[in-house]
């Protein structure tokens, strides 16, 4: 059965910079695309962007430009998103979410990681 | 980027209700609507996807429906299992935008 592992919740001092992995299995990694969702505490959600696997190809929201990094390893079917310059904004849940290609709907979550930016 | 607009933010309703939950678009989003619950500390859970489609596994007492900007999610009897918090998400133009919820209790 398809399933998503993220990484375990996260405590990180401002200004410094947190990677998060989504492990994948049960379907082809390489074929689908993984996308990344935000949601502040509270707060509704954000869509980050989203990354090919098989080829590594990436899309951005522009409010993420240069404060979110997506990445894929092939080999182990995970995912990563490294969010860089943090601040006390940046705390928040972090989902990643499968897009079937030619679905286009998110119909596999991560279970989600927790990052709290604090001194 | 697209404004997706929820109403309402909070509604309390009965078991054995009929509930209706609404989503506005800022501009015309050609029905690429997908509907998402999410209960507490949970993960969202896809309900529908392209306005009117139901997701494999959820019941049939959800339902949506919409065209243009407009778009509704309808509960036809409410569950106790149903308490959560649903978003609507517009696929149509980059960047993907969520609704700001609508949270849903039991009365």
């Known amino acids: 059965q398809v399933q998503l592992q993220q990484s375990g919740t996260e405590l990180v001092k401002p200004a410094s910079s947190v990677k998060i992995s989504c492990k994948a299995s049960?379907?082809?990694?390489?074929?689908?695309?993984m996308h990344w969702i935000r949601q502040q505490p509270g707060n509704g959600l954000e869509w980050i962007g989203w990354i090919y696997p098989g080829n590594g190809n990436t899309k951005y929201n522009q409010k993420f430009d240069g404060k979110a990094t997506l990445t894929a390893d092939k080999s182990s079917s995970t995912a990563y998103m490294q969010l860089s310059s943090l601040t006390s904004e940046d705390s928040a849940v972090y989902f990643c979410a499968r897009m079937l290609t030619g679905r286009y709907y998110f119909d596999y979550w991560g279970q989600g990681v927790m990052v709290t930016v604090s001194s | 980027d697209i404004q997706m607009t929820q109403s309402p933010s909070f509604l309390s309703a009965s078991v054995g209700e009929r509930v209706t939950l609404s989503c506005r678009a800022s501009?015309?989003?050609?029905?690429?609507l997908d509907w998402y619950q999410q209960k507490l500390g949970e993960a969202p859970k896809l309900l529908i996807y392209?306005?009117?489609n139901l997701h494999t596994g959820i019941p049939s007492r959800f339902s949506g429906s919409g065209s243009g900007t407009d778009y509704t999610l309808t509960i036809s009897s409410l569950q106790p299992e149903d308490v959560a918090t649903y978003f609507c998400?517009?696929?149509?133009?980059?960047?993907?935008?969520f609704g700001s919820g609508t949270k849903l209790e039991i009365k």
């Open positions: 049960g379907y082809t990694f390489t074929s689908n695309y």
């Open positions: 392209n306005t009117n």
């Open positions: 998400l517009q696929r149509n133009s980059w960047p993907l935008t």
């Open positions: 501009q015309n989003i050609n029905k690429y």
